[in-house]
């Protein structure tokens, strides 16, 4: 008898992160986290940093799931637009700071290694001329694509100060960005729709 898709993801659920499935809740209350959020963020971050998320979606429950570990997204930070450079499955591209908070459960300001304003300035284009790539689907079982990016590889790529002196691993979790530098700030968790 072969598993269904249910069960399988019934497992996976099982395993791993403290969250499990969170769904964002509609309320003055989240609105006013997102606006707090996202201040933080401008006042916390500078050019080049990483958001290590927590997200709502599906795909998000599924990458926090199956990698055992609370973060399932990662981004790069442009606070010149006050937006983010993300890779999901719709390719790389630019979302405003305003909207990625609001798909984000918890949030982590990750200060890269060897972070300098100019190396900053260098991810941010090297992100931005990625802009429109297509997402690294098998990238993230570790055959990867030197033309197309998963959420913490296009991170990590973005630094070749990190990609030349640091061995990573054949799959950058999400959580692994934390390791790569200095954590500057985490949200607390929202309150959980129940």
């Given at each position: 008898m072969k598993p269904t898709f249910t069960f399988i993801f019934?497992?996976?659920?099982?395993?791993?992160?403290?969250?499990?499935?969170?769904?964002?809740?509609?309320?003055?209350?989240?609105?006013?986290?997102?606006?707090?959020?996202?201040?933080?963020?401008?006042?916390?971050?500078?050019?080049?940093?990483?958001?290590?998320?927590?997200?709502?979606?599906?795909?998000?429950?599924?990458?926090?799931?199956?990698t055992a570990t609370d973060y399932s997204h990662a981004a790069?930070?442009?606070?010149?637009?006050?937006?983010?450079?993300?890779?999901?499955?719709?390719?790389?591209?630019?979302?405003?700071?305003?909207?990625?908070?609001?798909?984000?459960?918890?949030?982590?300001?990750?200060?890269?290694?060897?972070?300098?304003?100019?190396?900053?300035?260098?991810?941010?284009?090297?992100?931005?001329?990625?802009?429109?790539?297509?997402?690294?689907?098998?990238?993230?079982?570790?055959?990867?694509?030197?033309?197309?990016?998963?959420?913490?590889?296009?991170?990590?790529?973005?630094?070749?100060?990190?990609?030349?002196?640091?061995?990573?691993?054949?799959?950058?979790?999400?959580?692994?960005?934390?390791?790569?530098?200095?954590?500057?700030?985490?949200?607390?968790?929202?309150?959980?729709?129940?």
């Open positions: 019934t497992i996976l659920l099982l395993s791993g992160c403290k969250y499990g499935i969170v769904k964002k809740p509609k309320s003055i209350d989240s609105q006013m986290e997102d606006s707090i959020f996202t201040k933080n963020i401008i006042d916390k971050s500078k050019n080049g940093y990483w958001l290590v998320v927590r997200g709502y979606k599906v795909t998000d429950h599924i990458v926090a799931t199956a790069i930070v442009d606070l010149t637009t006050k937006s983010v450079i993300e890779a999901d499955g719709t390719g790389i591209h630019e979302s405003s700071l305003g909207k990625f908070v609001n798909h984000s459960f918890t949030i982590t300001i990750v200060k890269p290694i060897g972070y300098t304003a100019k190396r900053g300035e260098i991810a941010v284009a090297s992100a931005r001329a990625k802009i429109g790539k297509s997402y690294d689907f098998l990238g993230t079982v570790g055959i990867n694509d030197s033309e197309r990016y998963y959420c913490s590889e296009l991170a990590v790529c973005c630094y070749s100060n990190i990609k030349d002196s640091v061995k990573l691993p054949p799959v950058i979790k999400p959580s692994y960005l934390l390791t790569l530098g200095t954590i500057i700030f985490e949200t607390p968790e929202r309150k959980v729709k129940k």
